[in-house]
């Protein structure tokens, strides 16, 4: 492991979804991990990315998404799928030329990735490289008795409403 003073140097990768409500909870979690000394970078979909200038400290890596807008997609499920599917290589090269150029160098630091429960790319390139993983869970409490009901509310036909292109998976209707 690396050291600076006789303390490890860690970098932590915090891979980010560009949804509101996980952007954010994201942010401040790099926010306090950073005041306790280490070094931050945020991973993040080009898609609706954060602000830059509000978290000069961080290193930002802005991963290639190729999505223009959600509403293209005929589901949530597929531009969370796109947006994996996408931003993986990205991450995984990324990271890959970090490791890589470590092993040329004697200072290195050891990396962890902390990543976004939607953002399921991020534990994959964790594994496909040995680095640790933590996912990130910004849903509330109340998410989840609510997550059992969305089924009957989308065969009462009441969830989701007409016009909104984050309509229920497939998947909830097994």
Known sequence: ????????????????????????????LATYLHSKGFSITIAHPQFNPPEYSNHPD??????????SSPANFTSFLKFLQALNNNCKPHLQEHLGQIINSQKEKSEKESVVIIHDSLMVFGGFVAGDLGLPSIIMNSSSAAFFPAYKIIPQLHQDGRFPLHGNYFYLPKCFLK
């Open 1 to 28: 492991m690396a050291e600076e003073n006789g303390r490890r140097r860690w970098r932590l990768v915090l891979v980010a979804s560009p949804l509101q409500g996980h952007m954010t909870p994201m942010l401040h």
């Open 58 to 67: 961080f290193v930002f890596l802005p991963l290639p998404d190729n999505i």
